[in-house]
């Protein structure tokens, strides 16, 4: 049974991952959530001049030269009591495999959407993911200080394409030049807004109306004040309450209207965030539900990083604890190799800068040296519990290039970069399924993939690469492993490969030859993705 410390320490925690398309403004988000939790300074720009901050959860060197975020980052602060881990994805849809292992540490989602662009084809893509875990989604629409799409419009927009209930919790008065401020239902107040410098300025200049204030009606012109009391009473009549039971279920989601440049609206969503979140929820393992605050330390590895930082030549291994409390001191059980072993140099990772710690607890996400040994999706106990979280499945890659080394002198540095990039998630790597690793065949999810690829192996193993494009676009693995793939039949054009853990596979040119190799060997089974 926990204590009352542990207890309060754990309902205290919230962990979330925010998700958008490219450019919708989720890094400037983030970052503004951290300039309030005092986490930094001054606000960098993802996209700024040469002379400019970078963004703090950008770290990695090719992010900050092409101003997209390629890795998730995670990110930890203290708010008006809170201690907030917030887990930020890339926008990318070619990381799009990264996304989806950080949403299953996460206990919600915060979904960022452009007002001017509404849904947008990656947003579609990581919402479904969120729809699979059924986790809480809460939308924020940003960029309100341009012009933006009706607000009903872009409140449709949500429940047509992406099939999910809103609730708007506050309403934008005008958008663009035009944009005075936003309307607060639960409180029934206006908070105006005055556009300032967005240097690394906390907020924006912002007053607050009761909405009958006379002063706010001369504020506003009189044709926005008519337009506003018009759609609140809209609003009123036709909206789903806010029924925080179906926003837990990820049935409905709360809508909150700002903009994250100027800061404008990005406190009063914090605020209502952290009143509608939970703790950290309990998990599912093999024995059953592991309660967070019942049960003592469990963990589980959702990301390896290498190299993330020149000064440290290592592999920091992130994992999310699901229970109990994590002391640095104790001895840990890694349940997939069976052994007991102390966790070196825990850190709390603020993207690249470090502080090592001495405790966490459940809803924390830390990041620990690793010496080779820990793989996606392992669970970690304490010594006596072997209990194994679910796996995170690995998904077949559409893209497919042969790596060819440029200078053979290098060879031992190159395995040893190519399979630590490969460890990490980033991409897959298979082998031609007679020989060793001899001949090397990449696969990706999005071809971009491929350039992070070539620039880490130049850049961090000083190894020079040249990728030859391949004409499959279909991987299976074959159901059992233990099948001999060289007597299967109608394998012309088809190539046999083997993965990092030797299970066998089968490229294709196309789908038709999957069906045509399917219908030709009875009882054989082949996946479209690996459960690990």
């Not at 607050?208 to 004040?225: A, G, M, P, Q």
């Not at 961090?460 to 279909?474: A, T």
């Amino acid at each position: 049974m926990a204590n009352n410390t542990i207890t309060n320490e754990i309902e205290k925690r919230r962990t979330f991952a925010i998700i958008s398309h490219p450019d919708a403004g989720k890094t400037t988000l983030t970052e503004k959530f951290l300039l309030y939790g005092g986490a930094i300074n001054t606000a960098g720009s993802v996209k700024g001049k040469a002379n400019s901050k970078y963004a703090v959860s950008d770290w990695m060197e090719i992010e900050k030269e092409r101003g997209i975020s390629v890795t998730s980052s995670v990110l930890q602060f203290d708010y008006n009591g809170f201690c907030i881990n917030i887990l930020d994805t890339p926008g990318h849809q070619d990381f799009s495999e990264d996304t989806y292992r950080t949403l299953m540490a996460a206990d919600s989602a915060v979904m960022v959407i452009d007002a001017s662009k509404g849904v947008e084809a990656q947003t579609i893509k990581l919402f479904k993911v969120c729809v699979m875990r059924h986790i809480p989604i809460f939308t924020f629409i940003n960029k309100m200080d341009r012009d933006a799409r009706d607000s009903f419009e872009l409140l449709d927009d949500i429940e047509s394409v992406l099939g999910i209930r809103t609730c708007p919790v506050n309403w934008p008065i005008g958008s663009g030049k035009s944009f005075k401020g936003i309307y607060d239902r639960k409180a029934k107040t206006v908070r105006t807004f005055e556009s300032v410098s967005t240097g690394g300025s906390k907020s924006a200049a912002e007053t607050d109306f009761n909405i009958e204030d006379s002063e706010l009606k001369e504020l506003v012109t009189d044709d926005l004040y008519n337009q506003l009391v018009e759609e609140i009473g809209l609003l009123d009549g036709a909206s789903d309450p806010l029924d925080l039971e179906l926003v837990q279920k990820g049935e409905l989601s709360p809508v909150f209207f700002g903009s994250a440049l100027t800061t404008f609206g990005v406190e009063t969503f914090l605020k209502y965030f952290l009143e509608m979140t939970t703790s950290p929820l309990p998990r599912l393992s093999n024995e059953g539900i592991i309660d967070p605050v019942e049960n003592d330390f469990s963990a589980f590895v959702f990301k390896i990083q290498a190299n993330m930082n020149k000064s440290h030549r290592d592999r920091i291994a992130f994992m999310r604890i699901c229970s109990g409390k994590f002391n640095a001191e104790k001895e840990v059980f890694h349940v997939q190799s069976g052994r007991k072993l102390k966790l070196s140099q825990p850190q709390q990772i603020m993207a690249q800068d470090r502080q090592v710690i001495q405790e966490a607890y459940a809803g924390d996400v830390i990041g620990v040296f690793d010496p080779g040994i820990f793989s996606i999706g392992d669970t970690l106990t304490l010594p006596g519990n072997k209990f194994e979280y679910e796996g995170i499945p690995t998904f077949a890659p559409e893209h497919f290039c042969r790596v060819v080394q440029l200078n053979s002198m290098k060879r031992k540095q190159f395995v040893k970069g190519i399979t630590q990039i490969a460890q990490e998630g980033a991409i897959q790597i298979f082998q031609e399924y007679s020989a060793g690793m001899s001949e090397i065949i990449v696969g990706v999810v999005g071809v971009l993939q491929f350039d992070v690829l070539k620039y880490r192996l130049e850049n961090e193993y000083g190894c020079e690469i040249r990728l030859e494009s391949l004409p499959y676009g279909y991987i299976r693995w074959v159901g059992d492993p233990s099948t001999d793939v060289t007597k299967l039949k109608r394998l012309n054009n088809v190539k046999t490969v083997k993965d990092m853990k030797g299970n066998p596979l089968l490229l294709f040119v196309n789908d038709w030859m999957i069906r045509m190799v399917l219908e030709d060997n009875e009882g054989l089974e082949l996946l479209e993705f690996k459960k690990n």
